[in-house]
C-alpha cells in the first residue's frame, strides 16, 4: 500500500512539473508583451512672444508666436458687453485661453471682484481637488489673482487683472478635450507660463 502511494506521489509531481514547463515553453513563444499605462508625447514648440496691440484696445500684451488672436464676438449665444473681448487660440496644443473685458464703476467693482471668485470657487468646488488662489502685482502697475485648481476641472488656470478705477480684464484657458488632471498636465503647466507671461506683460491703455 505504501508503495502505490509513493508511485502516485512521483506520478502527481512528474505531471505537475511537465505541465508546468509546457506553459513556460508556451509562454516563452507568445507575441505578448507588457505595456505601461501612459499618453502620447507631445512635442512642445519654441518659447517666443509677439505683442498684441491692437488699436482701440484698452490694453496690450505679449502671446505665444504659436497661437491666434481671435474677435469674440459672443458669450453663451449673446452678444459681448464690448468690442474688447477675444480668444487667443493654440491649436496646436487644443488649447484656447478666454479673455474677457470690463469697465469699472464705483458701483461695479466688488460685483466683478466678486464674480471672478464665483467662476473659481462654486463652479469647481465639487470637481476640483483643491484651489489656490494667489496675488499678482507686476511692474506695470497691473494687479489681480490667479487661480489654480486641481483635479479633473474644466479649467486648471484661471486670473482677472485689474486697476480698481478703470479696467477689469478675465482670462481662463480651457481645452478642446474631456477635462482629465493626468493626460493634461504636462500641456497645462507648458501654457501656464504663456499666461504668467501675459499676465507680466500686460498694460493698461
Known sequence: MTGIL?????????????????FLMTACNSNY??????????????K??????????????EYPVYATVIKDSS????ATENPWWINIDVPQLGGRIYISYKEVAKSN????????????????????????????????GVEGIYFSLAGNTATANQFFLTDSTTHFLRGALYFDAAPNEDSLGIVNDFLKKDLLHLVNTLKWK
Not at 517666443?48 to 500684451?61: A, R, V
Not at 458669450?75 to 449673446?78: I, L, R, S, V
Not at 464674480?115 to 499678482?136: E, Q, V
Open 6 to 22: 509513493t508511485m502516485k506521489k512521483k506520478f502527481f509531481i512528474i505531471t505537475a512539473f511537465t505541465a508546468a514547463c509546457s
Open 33 to 46: 508583451t507588457y505595456k505601461k499605462k501612459g499618453y502620447f508625447k507631445i512635442d512642445f514648440p519654441e
Open 48 to 61: 517666443k512672444y509677439q505683442l498684441f496691440d491692437k488699436p482701440g484696445y484698452p490694453y496690450s500684451f
Open 75 to 78: 458669450f453663451f449665444g449673446d
Open 109 to 140: 467693482f466688488d460685483s466683478l471682484v466678486n464674480d471672478a471668485f464665483k467662476m473659481a470657487y462654486r463652479k469647481h468646488t465639487d470637481i476640483s481637488t483643491g484651489i489656490n488662489d494667489s496675488l499678482i502685482q507686476t511692474a506695470n
